[in-house]
């Protein structure tokens, strides 16, 4: 009998998957353990592996459509078995290979010219819904036209009763396009491109060849934003919209902190670098700043016991924040390895999507790539988030008055000023550079201590 592919749940907290690619079409043979399609959580990528043998008979969703966990996305078993029963539900998008249902039909609407009614300035009688008559506005001519001339209907202003497109709006956005030849109407019906603004063909006819997909411009290749690059887009702009956003720029002195990681291999102790240096630092001041360490909620404040220290990645496949849990109870030996360990997986994309979630404060380093300064954007729910730039070289003065020079390492804290005050903020990252500059690799000691 045939069997349901599900959607794997991958973690705890994820509640959908965006099924990026299939790797299999209806009538393909597959054994269990084949790889049917490639499926994205917010930020890690995995391949979805059939759990039975036999012919695939439907696939329920298309390349790039958010799946939630425990959905059937295809049916296994053998050819012409009936699979109606696992389709996701009517709320749903369509099969991809399944037909329209012949109720959706218009069987007893009577036709309405609509834009005959709207010339007239008479109402139109109100039809029931079907899907002939669209549910987005347009109506049922100006569908047909702007279909057959690679126009995206949906996009245009209607001038018809309640907004509604009509085929004098197609008409005249079409003004200033292009005749399309027979082939290139085939395209723009079937692949869904469109034309430029003048072909190549005669009198400036568009022929197939120049037919574009919608959206693009001129000398430039366009692509779809999906996956996990549209998950970044939403949350850095959920970020910017839901927080109050301030900056706070300081460096430290690196001589004491240069001196303590030789001393560390003279002494046959393991290699740590700067960033496990800060990110100690960072946790060890938390703890005397427990204020930072939080998660702004909108009416609450939760401030956490310890902390989850978010460390963020660059991959070939965008921004990764993966999390050490619990390290403030780590040496910096034990969070310098957890560091390591989990940029790798980051970077060979087996990171387990519960590992990219539910950091207190985060820590994001651009300077190994020659930026000195920047603005790092929060990553909400949370309160702070601090950017390491690049050495420079800064004078300071002695306490005899001399002036020298030494190599200084740039640090910015953004914070939720909903959430914490500037002050409060200056405060821990006084105190953060203090401990960088005396004490680094060791517990948190006050300036005054």
């Known amino acids: ?154 996009t245009i202003v209607g001038s018809g009763p309640g907004g509604r ?22 395209r723009a019906k079937e692949d869904g491109l469109e034309p430029p603004r003048r072909g190549s063909g005669l009198a400036g006819m568009a022929l197939a060849g120049d037919m574009k997909v919608p959206g693009s411009i001129e000398g430039a290749e366009t692509e779809q934003v999906k ?16 927080t109050a956003q301030l900056t706070l720029h300081s460096s430290f002195d690196l001589t004491v902190a240069q001196a303590y990681r030789k001393q560390r291999l003279a002494d046959g102790k393991s290699k740590v670098s700067l960033n496990d240096l800060i990110a100690h630092a960072i946790i060890e001041t938390l703890k005397a700043h427990p204020e930072m360490n939080a998660h702004f909620l909108g009416d609450r404040i939760a401030v956490f016991e310890k902390v989850h220290l978010g460390v963020a990645v660059d991959t070939p496949r965008g921004l990764l924040v993966p999390v050490v849990r619990d390290s403030s109870d780590l040496s910096i030996e034990a969070l310098s390895s957890a560091i390591k360990k989990l940029a790798l997986a980051c970077r060979e994309g087996t990171i387990p999507p519960d590992d990219l979630a539910g950091g207190s404060f985060t820590l994001t380093n651009l300077g190994m790539l020659g930026v000195e300064t920047f603005t790092p954007v929060l990553n909400a729910p949370e309160i702070a988030i601090l950017g390491v730039g690049g050495i420079v070289l800064k004078p300071k003065r002695s306490s005899s008055g001399e002036v020298t020079y030494a190599d200084c390492l740039p640090l910015s804290l953004t914070i939720d000023h909903q959430a914490i005050d500037g002050a409060p903020a200056a405060r821990f990252l006084q105190s953060l550079v203090f401990h960088l500059e005396s004490n680094p690799g060791q517990p948190f000691s006050q300036p005054n201590e």
């Open 1 to 154: 009998m045939a069997t349901p592919i599900i959607m794997p749940r991958q973690g705890q907290s994820v509640e959908s998957c965006i099924l990026t690619e299939w790797k299999v079409k209806a009538g393909d043979q597959v054994a269990e353990g084949d790889v049917l399609a490639v499926i994205e959580t917010d930020k890690a990528s995995f391949d979805l592996e059939s759990t039975a043998s036999g012919t695939i008979l439907e696939l329920f969703w298309e390349a790039d459509d958010d799946v939630p966990v425990l959905a059937n996305v295809a049916a296994v078993g053998e050819e012409g078995e009936d699979v109606s029963e696992f389709r996701p539900s009517e709320s749903g998008p369509a099969s991809v290979t399944s037909e329209p249902s012949p109720s959706a039909s218009p069987q007893s609407v009577t036709p309405v010219d609509t834009e005959s009614a709207a010339a007239s300035g008479e109402s139109a009688p109100i039809q029931p819904s079907a899907a002939s008559v669209s549910s987005s506005g347009v109506s049922p001519r100006a569908r047909k036209l702007a279909s057959g001339r690679g126009v995206d209907a949906e």
């Open 227 to 242: 996956g996990i690059r549209k998950v970044i887009a939403e949350r850095m702009m959920q970020s910017l919209q839901s």
């Open 165 to 186: 497109v009509i085929e004098r709006d197609i008409e005249a956005f079409l003004a200033g396009r292009p005749s399309l030849s027979a082939s290139a109407r085939v």
